[in-house]
């Protein structure tokens, strides 16, 4: 089945520490995006990747940096730099980049502990 | 740039109950317009689409009609069940990244 999956579900960081969500698709997509969404909040773009080996930053990339090298791939690091990192982070695809419906993965919840 | 502006929740119903979550866009042209739905800890599932004026979308008794005069795709649906319950979220084709709304949560009580 074609889909879009993001690991881990759940995932917990000492303060401090780099840590790197997964997200893959095998869907063909061009297009890939990062949002964070926190509690009672909308989405928030963080990066995006319109075809492989390019990406550009969201509207809050502060303290987050990513990488497209495979067109199915585009991982997702919280650096030490993020000073609020707890939050749910979803990765969704598209076909190309906007014009069309996206599919998002079943997100992560990163807690800093 | 474009934007999505929807209604603020939440929303709060009675089984069998009509609803409607207001949603208005702003853009360049006539972009593809969408509802999501988000059920608790998960991502958006795309719920129903229009590709242009006048369209209807509809998808498990939802509808949404894409409106160029008054800039809206509003969410209806005639009787609301207890899993209907979720957070909804408006959403625009932009140039090269969707714009969503902030998301209107919906509770709907037995």
């Known amino acids: 089945d074609g889909g879009i999956t993001q690991s881990p579900k759940y995932l917990f960081r000492k303060e401090g520490q780099n840590v790197t969500l997964s997200c893959e698709q095998n869907?063909?997509?061009?297009?890939m995006y990062w949002y964070r969404q926190d509690p009672g909040q909308g989405l928030r773009l963080i990066y995006y990747?319109?075809?492989?080996?390019?990406?550009q930053k969201g509207d809050i990339a502060e303290g987050y940096s990513v990488s497209r090298e495979k067109k199915e791939s585009f991982p997702l690091t919280v650096t030490s730099a993020q000073k609020n990192p707890t939050a749910f982070y979803l990765c969704?695809?598209?076909?190309?980049?906007?014009?069309?419906?996206?599919?998002f993965g079943q997100g992560t919840r990163l807690t800093v502990v | 740039g474009n934007s999505v502006t929807q209604m603020e929740g939440p929303v709060t119903l009675s089984e069998e109950a009509f609803l409607t979550i207001n949603c208005t866009y702003t853009?360049?042209?006539?972009?593809?317009l969408f509802w999501y739905v988000q059920y608790p800890g998960e991502g958006l599932q795309l719920l129903l689409k229009a590709t242009k004026a006048d369209d209807k979308g509809s998808n498990k008794g939802f509808e949404a009609t894409y409106r160029k005069e008054t800039t809206s795709f509003h969410l209806e649906k005639g009787s609301v069940q207890v899993s209907d319950s979720a957070v909804y979220f408006c959403?625009?084709?932009?140039?090269?990244?969707?714009?969503f709304g902030r998301g209107t949560s919906l509770i709907v009580h037995p």
């Open positions: 869907l063909n997509h061009d297009a």
């Open positions: 969704a695809s598209s076909r190309e980049a906007g014009a069309v419906e996206a599919f």
């Open positions: 959403a625009s084709g932009g140039s090269y990244i969707p714009t």
């Open positions: 990747s319109q075809i492989v080996n390019d990406f």
């Open positions: 853009a360049t042209g006539y972009p593809s």
